[in-house]
């Protein structure tokens, strides 16, 4: 798998001279995982999409490596860890809870046994309330602990705040080869090196002259004028009406998906509404949309456990494709985990209409494996 990363190009000293103190010695954590969960999907892991996405009933997991420390770090030498996240894309604006994660993950697995476990307790709040910019969190006490005890660092997740519960964000994960901006923990150690020798004093500057003058007498307060005596004027004229308010932020948004078993060559339509029905007619996988929105973001993944092949995944509105859709195709081979994405078209869809996702099988041999999609509607 092949990432690219702008700490690379140049700007990590830049940006470690907003966030480190003068007095100390800057390290980088290197992020080796990072995916995303769904409460529709809770056992799919969406360890290879170009985004993390939080809100909504997804939250983002991040791992980082602590062996790139000098050997005998301690974690007294610890003087400051700063997380750092950058906002690719923004639903709702509010804040995110970051937390400890429990128990051990790893995000080149489709599918969890069951959903890692999460902390109770918030380590950090952080406000998000624009896209395109970074934000930053102080994890200084838990990247201690973790020194202290390395097994228990099972890295953190990213969840929308229990104080700002709609907030929907999305940040770049290091599959992100288009802005390229991955999570960055940046470890400040304190100065352990000897002192060096006392400089010589310097010269004594000459002392300036002493300022002359006294200070003059406060004079006398003056008399208070007498109280305006006058008639209340006329009401004047109800003035124009103002402009009307700028449009309100967008509600939250509301993710579909599904994922379900292949095998072979074929065309199915499947229901977007976490049910795993499927069939061969675009009926067959319809959903009654509840209420309008926008789809804007199609995200589809393919894991195989045998064979090969390509899946072409195309959102239908009332049992047929619309004249612009949102459509992606994944290729895999035995043991791969493979995603695609489309975040360059849109879809509109009215409360009572009829939504189905089809997905087209073209493969040699008979592959056999899992299939799954996920659509942000807005």
Request: aromatic share 6%; glycine share 12%; hydrophobic share 35%.
């Amino acid at each position: 798998m092949m990432t690219r990363s702008w700490w690379s190009r140049g700007c990590l000293p830049a940006l470690a001279a907003l966030f480190l103190p003068a007095a100390g010695w800057a390290q980088v954590a290197p992020l080796v995982a990072d995916t995303y969960l769904n409460s529709t999907n809770p056992t799919v892991n969406f360890g290879t999409v170009a985004n993390l996405n939080v809100g909504n009933g997804s939250r983002a997991l991040l791992q980082f490596d602590l062996s790139s420390l000098p050997p005998g770090t301690t974690a007294a030498q610890v003087s400051r860890a700063t997380l750092v996240l950058y906002v690719n894309r923004l639903g709702v604006s509010g804040a995110v809870d970051i937390s400890q994660v429990t128990s051990s993950w790893g995000e080149l697995t489709a599918t969890f046994n069951s959903p890692p476990t999460i902390s109770a307790g918030v380590e950090a709040t952080v406000a998000v309330t624009q896209a395109a910019v970074y934000v930053t969190a102080d994890l200084t006490t838990l990247v201690q602990s973790w020194i202290t005890n390395s097994g228990t660092n099972n890295g953190i997740s990213v969840a929308a705040s229990a104080g700002a519960p709609s907030t929907v964000v999305f940040f770049d994960s290091k599959e992100n080869t288009s802005t390229s901006h991955p999570a960055v923990l940046q470890v400040t150690l304190a100065n352990s090196g000897p002192q060096g020798p006392t400089g010589p004093t310097g010269p004594t500057g000459a002392t300036g002259p002493t300022g002359q003058g006294l200070t003059g007498a406060t004079g006398p307060t003056g008399p208070t004028g007498p109280a305006g005596v006058g008639l209340t004027g006329a009401t004047g004229p109800t003035g124009p009406t103002g402009p009307t308010g700028a449009t309100g932020t967008a509600g939250p948004a509301t993710i579909f998906g599904t994922n379900m078993t292949i095998s072979g060559s074929q065309t199915v339509y499947a229901s977007p509404n976490g049910t795993n029905s499927q069939g061969t007619t675009a009926s067959s996988g319809d959903v009654i949309m509840p209420a309008s929105c926008t789809f804007d973001v199609l995200e589809g993944f393919l894991n195989l456990t045998s064979g090969s092949g390509t899946a072409t995944f195309t959102l239908f509105v009332n049992d047929s494709q619309p004249g612009s859709t949102l459509t992606c195709s994944v290729s895999g081979n035995i043991g791969g985990n493979t995603s695609c994405e489309d975040t360059s078209h849109s879809v509109s869809v009215s409360r009572g209409q009829l939504v189905s996702m089809q997905i087209h099988w073209a493969s040699t041999p008979t592959p056999v494996g899992r299939v799954g999609f996920s659509l942000h509607c807005q």
